[in-house]
């Protein structure tokens, strides 16, 4: 089997399904570049290239460059979804959700529900997330929290290629409203990606490492950050159990709750801001559905409260890492851990 | 264009009974029978009868907060819209939606809106739709005065133009963003003359007069499905009840309702027209106009006696893993 990066797998998700269904089109600021100018019209294929190509296969009427006006695209692309396309807008970094969130949750999230049944939007959100880049405070934020909140969005996270490209063609085939959450700092990494089209299933977690003492829940780049903290952790005798719920929504609770059933002890890596996080959220859906499996105080590993930081020095304090992991589960095995 | 006989009884029939349907919800809400939010379209009915006249099921329209009289212009069905007024299980949207999200997707009725510019992006969205799967359908934005401030607005008709869609944005200035007069909120002389700003040809009519909104409706509803892309047309208008009902209305002139009942309502100004050029007998109107008030009679019985929806649907038509 092939190896492929992140970015490779997502295009070629999206390949797949513009090849296998005509009403699939992408739409987004750049996501072929060029429009307009004198020079190539494909030019950029997203500012980092992850739907280059897509124009030159599947045509300037598919893969439709925007004006920098996320409202009036974002909300074409609900209004498309409702009326027999399945579109997959690209918002180009979550930082901009604010610039457009209306149409996402008032208008996109809710005409199944509000409309009584009698619509679908089959509509794919695909947006970058992240710190790590330098990128400072207004294009590193993670923000999925504020989506999994709204009710009708579903909310995804891939942590690799392999997942990225199963979990995208699910998006594009949902009927519901998907937002696609993509790690700006994982679109280099490489893994085995079979070449056909393949579905992962949402609300399905994957255990990416087995362990009895500690169940260790981590989302996108934070599942890479929990498995080295658990390989390092594997040295001294402690065996971790990794989990990447792959969603945040539908969040598969049970196997969770199974996982630190076993273990009776459980640490949630977040890379959001920590107040109303997925891992507030985890940890107190554990406390009310599994406390007495609980042998320790549950660890939530978040960033600090604060925008992101510019400056490399502050910015590497300010995202969690395999350390800080280590220092969450050292508090609660005290006797077998010396962070 | 002359319009036929049927076409001027089935434009007529068509606002009688928005103005019944109106008429009627403004009395049962003062009632207390109805929940929630309603905002009538009384005064206004020749702009949603004009324009959706030229369109069928394929043709999408987004509407507003004041939604009933589009619904009803489209094509929706009475009894269903009453019963999700009310809130019953068997209205139009299950009684989930109600007056502020009334909705017919196989109507090509997108919904009233409950934000504000809330529906132009959406109808770039049915536009595109059209275009990219060859229906040859267009899409109407209808927003009020107040969305035609809005940045959603703006950008949609920068994207129309843009992506070349055949769309139409319908500015409906009744001359109240709720309370606030339109004179006073929107910076231009005139709402039309940002047409020119996106490149789009601009209209002004008379929203009183069904005959003038139903031929610009045609030109630039024709201009949209032949390929010569979006228009925006301004419609000077005037509603006769509240932002809301409740509203007071207190920011309104002393009798400025009754004067414009009587000297520029819409039902009014098309029965003389009809009736001096002989198209039409005054008892046809007659006839009408008692059957839509027998319609709606039936429409809110029927609503009152329907059930409520029950546990079993409170979360259905949503996804739910929680």
């Given at each position: 089997m092939?190896?492929k990066s992140?970015?490779?797998a997502?295009?070629?998700?999206?390949?797949?399904e513009m090849e296998?269904d005509?009403?699939?089109?992408?739409?987004?600021?750049?996501?072929?570049?060029?429009?307009?100018?004198?020079g190539?019209?494909?030019?950029?294929g997203?500012?980092?290239?992850?739907?280059?190509?897509?124009?030159?296969k599947c045509?300037r009427?598919?893969?439709l460059?925007?004006?920098?006006?996320?409202?009036?695209?974002?909300g074409?692309?609900?209004?498309?979804?409702?009326?027999?396309l399945?579109p997959?807008a690209?918002?180009?970094?979550v930082?901009?959700m604010?610039v457009?969130f209306?149409?996402?949750y008032?208008?996109a999230?809710?005409?199944?529900?509000?409309?009584g049944?009698?619509?679908v939007?089959?509509l794919?959100i695909r947006?970058m997330?992240g710190?790590g880049?330098r990128?400072a405070a207004?294009h590193?934020?993670?923000?999925?929290?504020?989506?999994?909140?709204i009710p009708?969005?579903?909310?995804v996270?891939p942590?690799g290629p392999?997942?990225?490209?199963?979990l995208?063609?699910?998006a594009?085939?949902?009927d519901?409203?998907?937002?696609f959450f993509?790690?700006?700092?994982l679109y280099?990494?490489?893994?085995e990606?079979?070449?056909?089209?393949?579905?992962?299933?949402?609300g399905?977690a994957?255990?990416?490492?087995?362990?009895?003492d500690?169940?260790?829940?981590a989302?996108?780049r934070?599942?890479?950050?929990a498995?080295?903290?658990a390989?390092?952790?594997?040295?001294?005798g402690?065996?971790c159990?990794?989990?990447?719920?792959?969603?945040?929504s539908?969040?598969d609770?049970d196997?969770i709750?199974?996982?630190?059933?076993?273990?009776?002890?459980?640490v949630?890596?977040?890379?959001?801001s920590?107040?109303c996080?997925?891992?507030?959220?985890?940890?107190a859906?554990?406390?009310q559905?599994g406390?007495?499996?609980l042998?320790?105080?549950?660890?939530m590993?978040s960033?600090p409260?604060?925008?992101?930081?510019f400056?490399?020095?502050?910015?590497?304090?300010y995202i969690p890492?395999?350390?800080?992991?280590?220092e969450?589960i050292?508090?609660i095995?005290?006797?077998k851990v010396i962070? | 264009?002359?319009?036929?006989?049927?076409d001027?009884l089935?434009?007529?029939?068509s606002?009688r009974?928005?103005?019944?349907?109106?008429?009627r919800v403004?009395d049962e809400?003062?009632t207390?029978?109805?929940?929630?939010?309603?905002?009538l379209y009384a005064?206004?009915?020749a702009?949603?009868v004009g324009?959706?006249?030229?369109?069928?099921?394929?043709?999408?329209?987004?509407?507003?907060?004041?939604?009933h009289g589009?619904?009803i212009?489209?094509?929706?069905?009475v009894?269903?819209?009453m019963?999700?007024?009310?809130g019953?299980?068997d209205g139009l949207?299950?009684?989930k939606?109600g007056s502020?999200?009334?909705?017919d997707?196989?109507?090509?009725?997108m919904?009233a809106?409950?934000?504000v510019?809330?529906?132009?992006p959406?109808?770039c969205?049915?536009?595109?739709?059209?275009?990219t799967?060859g229906?040859?359908?267009?899409a109407?934005?209808?927003?009020?005065?107040?969305a035609?401030n809005?940045?959603?607005?703006?950008?949609?008709?920068?994207?129309?133009?843009?992506?070349?869609l055949p769309a139409?944005f319908v500015v409906?200035?009744?001359g109240?963003?709720?309370?606030?007069s339109?004179?006073?909120?929107?910076?231009?002389?005139?709402?039309?003359?940002?047409?020119e700003a996106f490149?789009?040809?601009?209209?002004?009519?008379?929203?009183?007069?069904?005959f003038?909104?139903?031929?610009?409706?045609r030109?630039?509803?024709?201009?949209a499905?032949?390929?010569g892309?979006?228009?925006l047309?301004?419609?000077?208008?005037n509603?006769?009840?509240?932002?809301?009902?409740?509203?007071a209305?207190t920011?309104?002139?002393e009798?400025?309702?009754?004067?414009?009942?009587?000297?520029?309502d819409?039902?009014?100004?098309?029965?003389?027209?009809?009736l001096?050029?002989?198209l039409l007998?005054?008892?046809?109107?007659?006839?009408?106009?008692?059957?839509?008030k027998a319609q709606?009679d039936?429409?809110?019985?029927?609503?009152k006696a329907?059930p409520?929806?029950t546990?079993?649907?409170?979360?259905t038509?949503?996804?739910?893993?929680?």
């Amino acid at each position: 089997m092939a190896k492929k990066s992140y970015r490779q797998a997502i295009n070629e998700a999206l390949m797949q399904e513009m090849e296998r269904d005509h009403r699939v089109i992408l739409m987004g600021e750049d996501v072929a570049g060029g429009m307009g100018a004198e020079g190539e019209d494909d030019a950029w294929g997203g500012p980092l290239g992850v739907t280059k190509g897509l124009m030159d296969k599947c045509g300037r009427g598919r893969v439709l460059d925007t004006p920098i006006t996320e409202s009036g695209f974002i909300g074409a692309a609900a209004g498309a979804a409702a009326t027999g396309l399945r579109p997959v807008a690209e918002l180009m970094f979550v930082d901009f959700m604010g610039v457009c969130f209306d149409q996402i949750y008032n208008q996109a999230a809710k005409f199944r529900y509000m409309f009584g049944g009698k619509a679908v939007t089959p509509l794919v959100i695909r947006t970058m997330i992240g710190a790590g880049f330098r990128a400072a405070a207004q294009h590193s934020q993670c923000l999925y929290p504020v989506f999994t909140h709204i009710p009708g969005l579903k909310c995804v996270m891939p942590s690799g290629p392999y997942e990225a490209k199963g979990l995208l063609i699910q998006a594009i085939r949902d009927d519901d409203p998907v937002v696609f959450f993509e790690h700006k700092m994982l679109y280099d990494i490489e893994e085995e990606v079979p070449d056909e089209p393949y579905t992962i299933p949402f609300g399905e977690a994957n255990i990416v490492r087995d362990g009895d003492d500690v169940t260790i829940v981590a989302f996108s780049r934070m599942v890479h950050v929990a498995q080295e903290a658990a390989a390092a952790l594997s040295k001294k005798g402690v065996e971790c159990e990794v989990i990447d719920p792959r969603t945040t929504s539908p969040l598969d609770l049970d196997t969770i709750l199974e996982s630190v059933e076993n273990t009776g002890r459980l640490v949630v890596v977040d890379e959001s801001s920590p107040r109303c996080n997925v891992a507030t959220d985890i940890v107190a859906q554990v406390a009310q559905d599994g406390f007495n499996f609980l042998k320790a105080p549950a660890r939530m590993v978040s960033p600090p409260h604060a925008p992101v930081p510019f400056s490399s020095a502050l910015e590497d304090l300010y995202i969690p890492n395999a350390s800080t992991v280590t220092e969450a589960i050292a508090e609660i095995m005290p006797d077998k851990v010396i962070a | 264009m002359q319009l036929s006989r049927d076409d001027l009884l089935k434009a007529y029939r068509s606002m009688r009974t928005i103005r019944a349907f109106e008429d009627r919800v403004h009395d049962e809400f003062a009632t207390g029978d109805i929940p929630g939010f309603v905002h009538l379209y009384a005064g206004e009915e020749a702009s949603a009868v004009g324009f959706c006249m030229h369109l069928e099921d394929r043709d999408r329209i987004a509407s507003t907060h004041r939604g009933h009289g589009h619904c009803i212009a489209k094509g929706c069905d009475v009894d269903g819209m009453m019963m999700e007024i009310y809130g019953r299980k068997d209205g139009l949207c299950g009684g989930k939606g109600g007056s502020m999200h009334i909705a017919d997707l196989s109507k090509g009725m997108m919904g009233a809106n409950g934000i504000v510019g809330g529906g132009p992006p959406l109808i770039c969205g049915a536009a595109l739709s059209a275009k990219t799967l060859g229906t040859g359908g267009v899409a109407i934005a209808f927003v009020g005065d107040g969305a035609s401030n809005q940045g959603t607005t703006f950008e949609s008709m920068n994207l129309a133009k843009v992506w070349d869609l055949p769309a139409v944005f319908v500015v409906e200035d009744n001359g109240y963003a709720e309370s606030t007069s339109s004179r006073w909120s929107v910076s231009a002389e005139e709402i039309v003359h940002r047409a020119e700003a996106f490149g789009m040809p601009g209209h002004q009519v008379d929203g009183h007069d069904f005959f003038a909104v139903h031929e610009v409706a045609r030109e630039v509803i024709d201009r949209a499905r032949s390929g010569g892309g979006p228009s925006l047309v301004e419609v000077k208008l005037n509603r006769y009840y509240g932002h809301f009902e409740g509203d007071a209305q207190t920011y309104r002139g002393e009798g400025e309702v009754e004067r414009l009942r009587q000297t520029i309502d819409c039902l009014d100004l098309f029965r003389s027209r009809v009736l001096e050029a002989g198209l039409l007998e005054a008892e046809q109107l007659d006839e009408i106009d008692a059957e839509a008030k027998a319609q709606i009679d039936r429409a809110t019985a029927g609503a009152k006696a329907a059930p409520m929806p029950t546990r079993a649907d409170l979360l259905t038509d949503v996804y739910i893993s929680y």
